[in-house]
Nanobody, 114 residues
């Protein structure tokens, strides 16, 4: 099991930027890493994925604004969020996906005011 801890959330105004960080307790080599988010009353949706092979994928709602990156040696995953809007308000969760299981962080709150 990979333990994941997110940080970097906070309260910002529309148009501002935030950088979320995810620290993993174990190796992330060969593991797909990414970010999901869940707004109040909504399901948890994929935001961005950094696949082990180097490819990335983004939800349509964040393309061109968010960038996911990873540092396998430091065991860190990041989500750079630019041009934030109130619709981005949610709890953001780091995740690690293997073929046999998925691990989740505890989440970090991002609130964007208009």
């Amino acid at each position: 099991q990979v333990q994941l801890v997110e940080s970097g959330g906070g309260l910002v105004q529309a148009g501002d930027s935030l950088r979320l960080s995810c620290a993993a307790s174990g190796s992330i080599f060969g593991i797909n890493m990414g970010w999901y988010r869940q707004a109040p009353g909504k399901q948890r949706d994929m935001v961005a994925i950094a696949y082990t092979g180097g490819y990335t994928d983004y939800a349509d709602s964040v393309k061109g604004r968010f960038t996911v990156s990873r540092d396998n040696v430091k065991r860190m995953v990041y989500l750079q969020m630019n041009s934030l809007n109130p619709e981005d308000t949610a709890v953001y969760y780091c995740y690690a996906a293997r073929s046999t299981r998925v691990d989740w962080g505890q989440g970090t709150q991002v609130t964007v005011s208009s």
